[in-house]
T-cell receptor, first 115, second 113 residues
Framework: NAGVTQTPKFQVLKTGQSMTLQCAQDMNHEYMSWYRQDPGMGLRLIHYSVGAGITDQGEVPNGYNVSRSTTEDFPLRLLSAAPSQTSVYFC??????????????FGPGTRLLVL | DQQVKQNSPSLSVQEGRISILNCDYTNSMFDYFLWYKKYPAEGPTFLISISSIKDKNEDGRFTVFLNKSAKHLSLHIVPSQPGDSAVYFCAASDGGGADGLTFGKGTHLIIQP
């Protein structure tokens, strides 16, 4: 099992550009989520999904879109990048719908710099 | 308003001694708590968890204690080893839905030889 994979590892964008951060898991997990980590901060939830076709907003959803067309993939889209979105992005997945009670497995992260 | 607080940004401990990392929370709806360990340039990895119906959970060198009345939990690492040097995040969930985890800011543990 590859676990949770994320691409790219690092990306530089100019303000206003769009891009998609990819996340995939091969563990047949129903629950997937996206977090961002900023310096001196904990991880903050952006969006999550409890299964294919179902997504919802987390704590900091503004500026991000998600979709879940398959169980395996959960891409995060930045429609118009802003410097405030400079961060490290982590994707996570777990078996059950109750994402808090089950161990969440994290990907290695995508480091994004918006100029 | 921070619901999960780790008030020590860093902690230095000698190899072989006990490391104690602390975490406080304010949301009384939290009923499940986890500790994650993170090395630089890697994603967090799960370390240990505890349900609110327990006050202690052990896994090898790692023990988590939960004091619900004080809304406080701690992670004990005994004995501390060089590979334990990492950032440790405390996280909490109300478990009632799929709202993900609420994380603290992390404590950077440094194990000195």
């Amino acid at each position: 099992n590859a676990g949770v994979t994320q691409t790219p590892k690092f990306q530089v964008l100019k303000t206003g550009q769009s891009m998609t951060l990819q996340c995939a898991q091969d563990m047949n997990h129903e629950y997937m989520s996206w977090y961002r980590q900023d310096p001196g901060m904990g991880l903050r939830l952006i969006h999550y999904s409890v299964g294919a076709g179902i997504t919802d907003q987390g704590e900091v959803p503004n500026g991000y879109n998600v979709s879940r067309s398959t169980t395996e993939d959960f891409p995060l889209r930045l429609l118009s990048a802003a410097p405030s979105q400079t961060s490290v992005y982590f994707c996570a997945s777990s078996y059950s719908l109750a994402g808090g009670k089950e161990t969440q497995y994290f990907g290695p992260g995508t480091r994004l710099l918006v100029l | 308003d921070q619901q999960v607080k780790q008030n020590s940004p860093s902690l230095s401990v000698q190899e072989g001694r006990i490391s104690i990392l602390n975490c406080d929370y304010t949301n009384s709806m939290f009923d499940y708590f986890l500790w994650y360990k993170k090395y630089p340039a890697e994603g967090p990895t799960f370390l240990i968890s505890i349900s609110s119906i327990k006050d202690k959970n052990e896994d090898g060198r790692f023990t988590v204690f939960l004091n619900k009345s004080a809304k406080h939990l701690s992670l004990h690492i005994v004995p501390s080893q060089p590979g334990d040097s990492a950032v440790y995040f405390c996280a909490a969930s109300d478990g009632g839905g799929a709202d993900g985890l609420t994380f603290g800011k992390g404590t950077h543990l440094i194990i000195q030889p």
